[in-house]
């Protein structure tokens, strides 16, 4: 059954790459974290570690990656069916969960970041509070000696899941989306330091657009 759900993951992986293809994405990097990018080979730079909140997501998937990006998927139904999207998208896909096989999966990630590979973490997951960062991307940071960034994203034109705990935001096809890379931060940074770049950095992203965010975060027209 999980192979049935996640071979049908990679197939709606698929058509989402289509989707993503007619987003018009612009990319706003920070002076500090471009420098970074352009100051070493990509090969023996520092792994990043991508940080983001739920919900706002799917505008990311238009950012064309520097180098291949490792995630952690929850061990749950649900999970197999989003790690056969992310495999599609071109993720390498770790599964675990903060209840169960959580210690390998992050484990697992470290051993990633260390081979070469980037990091994304939505830090608020699995379940929420929405917005409310949880002990994850900071340690991996830490423990791969990498690059803390936080991610934000924009839309002109999307629907909002407004049931879903995470509010999850997808920008309709040929739309424009905004993905906004702040300053790095200091392996050290705090839950409250960094869930506060990560608004900031969605922030940059809506002003960009010129959208508003609504009092969840969220950008709309």
Known sequence: MTRMREGLGFIVGLLVRIWLFTLRARVLVDPAVGALAEGADAGAAAPWVLAFFHGTQFPLLA?????????????????????????????????GSTRLGGARGAAALVRRARAGDDLAFAVDGPRGPRGHVKPGAAWAARHARGVLVPMGSAVTRGHMFERAWDRYAVAWPFSRVAIALGPPLPRDTTDAQLGAAIEAANRVAARSLAVQLAPGGEAVE
């Open 63 to 95: 950012w064309r990656r520097r180098r291949r990006t490792a995630v952690l998927v929850s061990l749950s139904r649900d999970g197999a069916l989003q790690a056969g999207v992310l495999r599609a998208l071109g993720f390498w896909v770790v599964r």
